[in-house]
């Protein structure tokens, strides 16, 4: 991605890491077309499960506790809602945000397309200027591909950023990708760390590490 048309004013998550209750606390936002397969991803990997009416609740995130380097991280994944209507999340989604997955479907060409005209440019305008990226093209598993594997990947090689696919229903690639995403913030905290604390909503009651999380 073009640094120089970043603002590098923006909010730099990645200067502190947040503890709580002995764990790092990650914050990994998925966003793309409505019906990319952002929820089906988010349920593969909290819960192992394909298509569960418990993610279809308006939750504002998903948490499980997972260890990476020796450290237990507590992973929160947002996923960001709206879709196309309201052209992605506005600022305030990307306050604690330390790693974004762009998701689109391998079966819908113009899925692909909106990375460019649609999120990418949302994740410039109001992310911090070093967020790390990952694209991820879902439902590989299904007939009627209208984006190749190759296309993809030159695509996402001419902007440096990582690339997978993955299939939710089979459960293929989606551990990768959500790992990725993980390993990509948390060599970014190590980097540039400058304070560790608790969180401002560490005074909020836990909740379990595992499923939906009401806001």
Same mark, same amino acid.
């Given at each position: 991605m073009n640094d120089s048309r970043r603002n590098v004013g923006r909010h730099q998550p990645h200067n502190t890491v947040h503890i709580r209750d002995g764990r790092v606390i990650v914050d990994l936002m998925l966003m793309g077309d409505y019906n990319a397969g952002k929820t089906s991803i988010i349920g593969r990997f909290v819960d192992g499960v394909?298509? =569960?009416?418990?993610y279809w609740t308006g939750c504002s995130f998903y948490v499980k506790t997972l260890w990476m380097d020796n450290s237990e991280v507590k992973?929160? !994944?947002?996923?960001? *809602?709206?879709?196309?209507?309201?052209?992605?999340p506005v600022l305030s989604a990307y306050r604690h945000c330390h790693c974004v997955?762009?998701? $689109? @479907?391998?079966?819908?060409? #113009? #899925?692909?397309? =909106?990375?460019?005209k649609i999120w990418l440019k949302n994740v410039e305008e109001n992310g911090s200027?070093?967020?790390?990226?990952?694209?991820?093209?879902?439902?590989? @598993?299904?007939?009627?591909?209208?984006?190749? $594997?190759?296309t993809a990947k030159k695509f996402s090689d001419s902007l440096?950023?990582?690339?997978?696919?993955? #299939? #939710?229903?089979?459960? $293929?690639?989606?551990?990768?990708?959500?790992?990725?995403?993980?390993? !990509?913030? *948390?060599e970014k905290i190590l980097q540039t760390v400058s304070c560790v604390r608790e969180p401002e909503y560490a005074n909020?009651?836990?909740?379990?590490?595992?499923g939906c999380q009401i806001t």
């Open positions: 394909f298509d =569960n009416p418990h992973l929160r !994944l947002w996923e960001a *809602m709206g879709g196309e209507r309201f052209r992605g997955i762009i998701v $689109y @479907d391998v079966t819908n060409r #113009s #899925s692909f397309e =909106n990375i460019e200027c070093d967020l790390p990226v990952i694209i991820v093209g879902t439902k590989c @598993d299904l007939p009627g591909r209208q984006v190749d $594997y190759v440096k950023l990582p690339f997978t696919e993955t #299939s #939710s229903l089979t459960g $293929y690639g989606v551990d990768r990708a959500i790992m990725s995403g993980v390993a !990509l913030a *948390m909020v009651s836990r909740k379990p590490d595992s």
